[in-house]
């Protein structure tokens, strides 16, 4: 049951432990630690995505807590994400490579609980729900935030993009 909810959000997982960590190697190392602990347990009762996300945000808020940031992120959190793209015109890749620079660094200047709700609700696809329990929150806070959240990007991006 953790493989298929491993492969079915990952970049979602590693998309959250990175938007805390702020550090690829770390979110790559949340992600395990999570996953570790999660072998030897039995999940409680309730949704498995949700809990998979907590417990993977858990240990990336540890390990951001017992190491300090070496590095400001420079990887995009839409690593690993590539759309279908029909237009293989290297003038249209560099746009798309630009365009999602100035994407990752107006999600970087968000506050941290609005770059979290962002990471689970618009990239993990998670439900308000799912991203409540994620987060330890309620689903409205989430809602809150993301929708906050998406009012400052549209701002910051509406001249850019």
């Not at 190392?29 to 009762?45: L, Q, S, T, Y």
């Not at 190491?67 to 759309?83: E, H």
């Amino acid at each position: 049951m953790l493989r298929v909810l491993y492969l079915n959000h990952r970049q979602g997982l590693f998309s959250l432990a990175l938007s805390i960590t702020g550090s690829r190697q770390q979110a790559e190392d949340a992600v395990h630690e999570a996953f570790a602990k999660m072998a030897g347990r039995k999940p409680p009762e309730g949704d498995p995505v949700s809990y998979v996300f907590k417990v993977v945000r858990n240990a990336a808020i540890d390990m951001q807590r017992s190491r300090r940031r070496d590095q400001q992120v420079s990887i995009s959190l839409f690593n690993g994400y590539s759309p279908q793209l029909k237009e293989m015109d290297p003038q249209f890749h560099l746009l798309t490579k630009e365009r999602d620079q100035i994407l990752r660094k107006a999600i970087e200047n968000l506050r941290e609980d609005e770059r979290e709700a962002i990471v689970l609700k618009g990239l993990a696809g998670l439900t308000f729900e799912q991203a409540g329990e994620a987060a330890g929150i309620p689903a409205k806070t989430v809602a809150t935030r993301y929708r906050r959240a998406l009012q400052k990007l549209e701002t910051c991006l509406r001249d850019q993009i």
